[in-house]
């Protein structure tokens, strides 16, 4: 059939298109071995150009499982064995690094060539980004206001955080957002809350002296005034960007808006700092911090203040979804030691933000609590496993 | 630490690999254990226009046939080498570093799952296959 040796009669090329009625040699490889540095890899198939155009990395320390991770995801990666014995075939081209003999067969005979029995292969799982580190390392070295007497240990650029944290670029930016992180001098920091609490009663202080909207702040003035009260000019970006959104439709940009929930979010957390408070005492000190212009509502609270009725008094104290773990494992443990039972509307807020590729936010509820219900006509209570 | 997954030899260029798979070990006669460079392990037919494929090995015929996998695969290979600037940079952490090379995909398999039938009349095999006594 083949008048002249060439390669598409050998190798893994031959096999795949063996013709109807013909046949193939299969040998060992004259490089056969067990060839441990060469693993298969199952992946979906829309990973698939991302793999072959240079669009992932592994990443991880060494102590630390490995994850594949895209431009906007991560993947366990998994090794999965098998029982039967699977033959790999490379394309007649394949040459591994010792170059000489091997060229010794009939050509003449249509071969093709195993190079190794692949034990199994490895596969991909997706998964949440490991972003609970990124948290703890960089609350290290939080930047207050005494930052030059501070600023030693471990400081963070973002090559630093990618070698550290197991999570895609993408999710990485998110996580950093979420955590209100700013980057100084190229450098990742977490603000210390109290040094946050400072610039943001300046805020307000400057505000009615000089009769801002709390609506429509105009970056520049703000910028200004506040850098002459000696505050350095990226935190000052940095504040208006954690307690407010930029208002797009303004003619001349640079407009920024107070967030309500956000700011009445920051002065329940300065006071609960201390511990819980009676809920009258609590509300009589927090409606007289906020800002005339926002409206405060119990509800802007969610997720980030838990009542209690203890005897005839209702108290209040801090629990901010941001400070729970982010694997659901772990924060319904967590949610159960800080109350046996929960209400859903209660609950909600403390599981709303939980991602586990898959599960959507009922299963996650059957996976991880009990759900009882005390009498037809009353509310579901959910409670640990 | 970062491992960057290349593929050295450009995504269009990026060959074929086939596996074939059975359910059984292949196993070699003691006096042959240590030549396995080009031994043959069996014949791979393929009767007619159809995916379908005999495999002979020893005494034993498989059938088969051929399949695409559900998921692909790729083939990777890790390269190991000395950076010799890192090793100057960092001196507390390892100074070899790690690479993954893409050397191939694979979408294909030709899969041996039923009993083989044997041969009464052939040659002594040099290499036979072997069910598996848990019959995975």
Known sequence: MMEQPHSCCKGAEMLLNLQPTSSVSIQYHPFFGPHDDLVLLELDEKLLSDVLYQRVTLRGQPDEDAVLCTKSKTYLVKFVGTSNSVFLIPPADYSTSHESGGENYNQQVPTASVIKVAPGNMELVEVAPRLDKLKSILSENLYSSDEASTAMGDLYKWDDLINKVQASDDELKAGLQALSAVEIDGYWRIVDEKYMDVILRMLLHNSVLNDWSLDSLVEDKVVSVLESDGFPRKLVYHCLNVYGSRVEEAMDGGVWRLDARRVCVHFARGILREGKRKMESFMEEWLRMIPEEIQPSFDLLEGEVLTEKLGVETWVRALSVSSLPTTPADRFSILFKERAKWEWKDLEPYIRDLNVPGLSSEALLLKYTRRSQPSIDAEPVFSAR | ?136
């Open chain 2, 1 to 136: 630490m970062q491992i960057q997954v290349k593929c050295s030899c450009g995504a269009e260029k990026c060959p074929e690999w086939a596996i074939i798979e059975l359910q059984g070990v292949v196993e070699v006669q003691p006096s042959f254990q240590h030549s396995l460079q080009n031994l043959q392990i069996g014949l791979l037919c393929r009767p007619s226009s159809q995916e379908n494929y005999t495999f002979t090995v020893g005494y034993h015929e498989l059938t088969g046939y051929k399949v695409a996998l559900k998921k692909p695969m790729v083939v990777l290979k890790k390269i190991k080498y000395m950076d010799v600037e890192r090793q100057i940079d960092e001196a507390t952490s390892s100074s070899s570093c790690v690479e993954l090379d893409v050397v191939g995909f694979i979408r294909h398999k030709i899969l041996f799952k039923t009993r083989p039938t044997t041969l009464i009349s052939g040659p002594q095999p040099t290499v036979k296959e072997k069910i598996n006594a848990e019959g995975a």
